[in-house]
């Protein structure tokens, strides 16, 4: 009998993997889709980081690595705690794995005992609750809908807090909204937290440099919290390195000593190749990051203005990311095609199978209300995606 242990069948799967999947099979049928589902740069990793990685494989960085990553990069990481976020850490404060979404994970499976309360902000990353349950956490969902712009309230934090909250996790800027927490926002978070000393914070922080709205602020600012921040980064985003699979924690020792013991049972140190790559976008040039989010932030004006045009969409402007995150729920109970709507995640299959432009129902983010369209693409493909999906949308009745 061909039985999967109960915790993986408590994992739901991946709906944006799922639906970018099911994008490449159109593809592969001679199907012309325009793909806004995926959530990475459409960039190359630029050239110096190339060329580092280049020169650590010529130099044979091609042994194991310390699991929690190479001290020069790990320095190299403190260094742009400091210059960027002006935040104090040392190198035996960081661990890097697998991308951010390693340490997400590894930074739940240390903390959360079986029955702890996780408080997941909603809209969320799809994979976070599901993080929570693999470490046989409760994932509590407050949800902050597109008329706070997907941002939750103090009072709402306060009311979710129970004695069985271990933990928050904070995405800023948000995937799927593009919602960004300003540092007035984020001290009236703290507050809240600096009541409650069982609470942690694990601050995802991975979109930090996509930001259209100046510095980007850090929870792990404020004194009262720092010993309970874990700060989760990554090369992905900001460096256009999503397949080198760097991603880091910053945050009190003993819990990054634990992340280390964890991480030293199940995948050892990230790729060394990618480590030295890493190290070179910390510490080289920064101006490909500020061309890229100058990129971005033409794009989301673009997406912007032409999703206001869409009869039936509601629309706010994000600050951050590269990501719209409409509200479409006007659509539900309307039909076309032999086929009714009934909730994003079918308005979503609609929207591929008859506009063919892929993009991602928020049911999966905790927002049923909402599609998730990545802009991450090029213009041209924003324009012909919006206007391909205004002509479907227009067909249901």
Same mark, same amino acid.
């Given at each position: 009998?061909?039985?999967? %242990?109960?915790?993986?069948?408590? +994992?739901?799967?991946?709906?944006?993997?799922?639906? %970018?999947?099911? %994008?490449?099979?159109?593809? =592969?049928?001679?199907?012309?889709?325009?793909?806004?589902?995926?959530?990475?740069?459409?960039?190359?990793?630029?050239?110096?980081?190339?060329?580092?990685? *280049?020169?650590?494989?010529? /130099?044979?960085?091609?042994?194991?690595?310390?699991?929690?990553?190479?001290?020069?990069?790990?320095?190299? #990481?403190?260094?742009?705690?400091?210059?960027?976020?002006?935040?104090?850490?040392?190198?035996?404060?960081?661990?890097?794995?697998?991308?951010?979404?390693?340490?997400?994970?590894?930074?739940?499976?240390?903390?959360?005992?079986?029955?702890?309360?996780?408080?997941?902000? =909603?809209?969320?990353?799809?994979?976070?609750?599901?993080?929570?349950?693999?470490?046989?956490?409760?994932?509590?969902?407050?949800?902050?809908?597109?008329?706070?712009?997907?941002? &939750?309230?103090?009072?709402?934090?306060?009311?979710?807090?129970?004695?069985?909250?271990?933990? +928050?996790?904070?995405? %800023?800027?948000?995937?799927?909204?593009?919602?960004?927490?300003?540092?007035?926002?984020?001290?009236?978070?703290?507050?809240?937290?600096?009541?409650?000393?069982?609470?942690?914070?694990?601050?995802?922080? #991975?979109?930090?440099?996509?930001?259209?709205?100046?510095?980007?602020?850090?929870?792990? @600012?404020?004194?009262? +919290?720092?010993?309970?921040?874990?700060?989760?980064?990554?090369?992905? *985003?900001?460096?256009?390195?999503?397949?080198?699979?760097?991603?880091?924690?910053?945050?009190?020792?003993? #819990?990054?000593?634990?992340?280390?013991?964890?991480?030293?049972?199940?995948?050892?140190?990230?790729?060394?190749?990618?480590?030295?790559?890493? /190290?070179?976008?910390?510490?080289?040039? @920064?101006?490909?990051?500020?061309?890229?989010?100058?990129?971005?932030?033409?794009?989301?004006?673009? &997406?912007?203005?032409?999703?206001?045009?869409?009869?039936?969409? /509601?629309?706010?402007?994000? @600050?951050?990311?590269?990501?719209?995150?409409?509200?479409?729920?006007?659509?539900?109970?309307?039909?076309?095609?032999?086929?009714? #709507?009934?909730?994003?995640?079918?308005?979503?299959?609609?929207?591929?199978?008859?506009?063919?432009?892929?993009?991602?129902?928020?049911?999966?983010?905790?927002?049923?209300?909402?599609?998730?369209?990545?802009?991450?693409?090029?213009?041209?493909?924003?324009?012909?995606?919006?206007?391909?999906?205004?002509?479907?949308?227009?067909?249901?009745?």
């Amino acid at each position: 009998m061909n039985t999967l %242990s109960n915790r993986l069948n408590s +994992l739901s799967p991946s709906a944006t993997l799922a639906m %970018s999947q099911k %994008s490449a099979e159109l593809k =592969a049928q001679g199907v012309d889709v325009i793909n806004l589902s995926v959530g990475e740069p459409d960039f190359n990793t630029p050239d110096h980081i190339k060329e580092a990685a *280049k020169k650590a494989v010529d /130099e044979n960085w091609s042994r194991y690595s310390p699991v929690a990553g190479y001290p020069s990069l790990r320095n190299a #990481i403190v260094a742009k705690l400091k210059r960027e976020n002006g935040l104090d850490y040392t190198a035996a404060q960081i661990s890097c794995a697998n991308g951010a979404k390693q340490s997400v994970c590894n930074t739940i499976l240390t903390l959360v005992n079986p029955g702890d309360e996780v408080i997941v902000p =909603a809209p969320f990353w799809v994979s976070y609750p599901e993080m929570v349950k693999l470490a046989e956490g409760t994932p509590v969902i407050v949800a902050a809908g597109i008329e706070q712009d997907f941002k &939750i309230t103090p009072e709402q934090l306060e009311a979710a807090i129970t004695p069985k909250t271990k933990a +928050l996790i904070l995405c %800023s800027p948000s995937n799927p909204t593009g919602s960004v927490y300003s540092k007035e926002e984020l001290a009236a978070l703290a507050a809240v937290l600096a009541r409650h000393e069982q609470v942690y914070v694990i601050a995802d922080e #991975i979109y930090e440099h996509i930001n259209y709205i100046g510095r980007h602020e850090s929870i792990a @600012q404020f004194p009262e +919290l720092k010993e309970r921040v874990v700060i989760v980064n990554g090369v992905s *985003k900001a460096y256009a390195m999503t397949g080198w699979r760097i991603g880091f924690i910053a945050g009190p020792e003993w #819990i990054v000593k634990g992340v280390n013991k964890l991480q030293g049972q199940y995948t050892s140190g990230p790729c060394s190749v990618s480590q030295k790559a890493a /190290e070179a976008a910390y510490m080289g040039t @920064q101006e490909p990051v500020e061309e890229m989010r100058k990129a971005f932030e033409r794009r989301r004006d673009l &997406i912007v203005r032409l999703a206001k045009d869409v009869p039936g969409f /509601e629309v706010n402007v994000p @600050q951050g990311a590269f990501y719209l995150f409409p509200k479409c729920s006007s659509f539900y109970g309307k039909s076309a095609h032999g086929r009714t #709507i009934t909730n994003s995640d079918e308005l979503a299959m609609y929207l591929l199978e008859v506009g063919h432009v892929a993009c991602v129902g928020g049911t999966s983010f905790g927002a049923p209300e909402c599609i998730r369209m990545s802009y991450a693409t090029s213009d041209e493909n924003i324009v012909e995606a919006i206007r391909r999906i205004k002509e479907a949308l227009a067909e249901l009745k």
